[in-house]
């Protein structure tokens, strides 16, 4: 049996099983999020973002094709391994902790598809928030794409099998010390693996309270990709535009 459950944002998404369950998720809809979002900000051409905890870089590929100048940092080296395939001259990727501060400042910091609230340690959080500040240029953006914890919890499903490449993740969800818990387990190469995600269950009200802590103002929130009005039971995303 293997199990890592100790800071499992660094092991989980380290491994190869990591993509395989999340392998289908929705570019299409991801690449309207980033036209309708760069649109509304107003970014300029040839700007600069910070994608913060950019994963295999799936957003920051798209931006760089928008003509951006384009940083994706993230803690996986694995993943930024990846993403390093992708290089050019306007599209870089590093292995980066979020917490702290990186060392340019841009016109935009996006942290999207819910890459926060991981730690366990409250501090972390905040120091996330200090850091997309410090890293802001005087008219840049910070944006924060979470889930809406509220509506995920009133419509989780606690158990779920997917069967994916020829492996059978069974998937339990529930709740626990104020984070959303996912168990996964499933055998692959004759062994057996258990991870799990914990994600704390931030609401808007919670963001409001960080953001006020590390001096930044929240300037527009919006519920789903489309930048419509935020709705706490109806909205399934939290998308918050702050500096």
Known sequence: ????????????????FYHILYKDR??????????????YLNIPESGT?????????????????????VTGVDLSENSIKHAKQ???DTLHFEVHDMCKPYHTQFDAVFNLFTSF????????????????????????????????SE?????????????????????????????IVKDISFSANNKDYNFQERVRGFTLD???????????????????????????KTSERLVMIFK
């Open 1 to 16: 049996m293997i199990t890592d459950t100790k800071n499992w944002f660094t092991s989980w998404f380290d491994t190869p």
């Open 206 to 232: 919670d963001f409001k309270q960080l953001f006020e802590k590390a001096n930044v103002h929240l300037l527009d929130v919006f519920g789903d990709y489309k930048l419509r009005k935020f709705n706490t």
């Open 26 to 39: 929705d570019d299409t809809e991801a690449h309207i999020f980033m036209d309708t979002l760069t649109n």
């Open 151 to 179: 509506f995920v919890i009133d419509n989780l499903v606690p158990e779920e099998h997917k069967l994916i490449d020829g492996i059978d993740f069974h998937l339990k969800r529930y709740v626990e010390d104020q984070h």
């Open 49 to 69: 973002i910070l994608d913060l905890a950019c994963g295999k870089g799936r957003h920051a590929v798209y931006l760089n094709t928008l003509g951006y100048h």
């Open 117 to 148: 609230g991981y730690f366990d340690k409250d501090e972390d959080n905040l120091n996330t928030i200090k850091a997309i500040k410090s890293n802001l240029k005087d008219y840049g953006f910070g944006v924060i794409d979470f889930m809406n």
């Open 86 to 88: 992708f290089e050019n």
